[in-house]
C-alpha cells in the first residue's frame, strides 16, 4: 500500500434497510494514522455506516463501493472483512451466556489471525492488554456481558479491540453510558489503538469523548450523508451551537 492510497475509500454509498432509504451518498476517505470523528443528530445515519462498513445482511447496499486496503469490500461477508483488518465496536454489546471472556478472546484471536495462539504467549499478551485498560483479571472467568455494567462492557470492546490489532476500528457511540472515570480509561484503550498503520473511525453524540481522543477530521451526519467536514475544532463548535446552523449554511445546492 503507498501513502497515497487511503486506508478506506467511500465513494457514493447508498444504503437501504427494508427498502427505506438511509444513506443517500457518502463519500469518505481515511488514511493509516488518521482518526476521523463522525457526529449528528439520532436517526441522520451514523450507526447505518458503521453497520454496512462490517456488511450487517440487513443493510442492502445500493449504489457505491467500499474500498478496504485496495480491495472492494462491499459484497465481502463480515469475517472477511474482519479477517482484512475491520473491525466494530458496537454501542450496546451483546451478552453470550455460557462462554467466557477468556475463550471468547482466543477464538477470537484464532479467527482474525489464523491459527491458534499458544496459551502461554496469548494469556502473556492478554494480560499486558488487561492491566493497560484496567481490566480485572476476574472478567476472563464470567461470561461475555452477563451482568457487566456499562463501562465494563465498553472496556471489554476495546480489549477485543486490542487483541486483534485491526487495520481500521470503527467505535460506534462507545461513549454512551460511561461515566468521567470510565470514559477516561475507554478513550485511553482508544489512543492505544492508533499507530502510523492503525486508523479510527469514532461515531458520537457528544463532544465529551473528543477531550480525550482527539481527532484530525470531524464530519456532520444529516440525513443520510456528510454535510460538512473540518478539523478537530468542528467538534467543539458543535458542542456550542447545535447542528442547526450547519442546515442553516449549506448553499442550495446542498454543499456545506
Do not use: C
Amino acid at each position: 500500500m503507498t501513502a497515497k492510497q487511503p486506508l478506506l475509500s467511500i465513494k457514493d454509498l447508498h444504503v437501504s434497510v427494508e427498502d427505506k432509504e438511509i444513506l443517500k451518498g457518502v463519500n469518505l476517505d481515511i488514511y493509516p494514522g488518521e482518526i476521523h470523528a463522525i457526529m449528528g443528530r439520532n436517526g441522520s445515519g451514523k450507526s447505518t455506516l458503521s453497520y454496512t462498513l462490517m456488511g450487517h445482511p440487513r443493510y442492502t447496499v445500493t449504489k457505491g463501493s467500499i474500498v478496504f486496503k485496495g480491495t472492494d469490500i462491499t459484497e465481502l461477508t463480515p469475517d472477511a472483512r474482519a479477517r482484512l483488518g475491520l473491525a466494530l465496536a458496537f454501542q450496546y454489546p451483546v451478552g453470550i451466556p455460557g462462554i467466557s471472556v477468556s475463550n471468547f478472546l482466543r477464538a477470537t484471536v484464532k479467527a482474525i489471525r489464523g491459527h491458534e495462539v499458544p496459551i502461554k504467549e496469548f494469556r502473556t499478551e492478554l494480560k499486558a492488554k488487561m492491566k493497560k485498560l484496567e481490566v480485572k483479571d476476574e472478567f476472563l472467568s464470567r461470561y461475555v456481558n452477563e451482568g457487566f455494567s456499562g463501562g465494563e462492557k465498553k472496556r471489554l470492546e476495546i480489549l477485543q479491540m486490542a487483541m486483534v490489532s485491526p487495520a481500521l476500528a470503527v467505535l460506534d457511540e462507545t461513549d454512551s453510558g460511561l461515566d468521567i472515570d470510565a470514559l477516561k480509561t475507554v478513550s485511553e484503550g482508544v489512543n492505544a489503538l492508533v499507530n502510523p498503520e492503525t486508523a479510527i473511525l469514532l461515531i458520537t453524540h457528544y463532544q465529551r469523548i473528543l477531550n480525550y481522543v482527539q481527532p484530525q477530521f470531524v464530519h456532520v451526519f444529516q440525513d443520510g450523508k456528510i454535510i460538512k467536514s473540518g478539523s478537530g475544532e468542528l467538534s467543539k463548535e458543535l458542542e456550542e451551537r447545535g447542528y442547526e446552523w450547519v442546515s442553516e449554511e449549506l448553499t442550495p445546492s446542498g454543499v456545506a
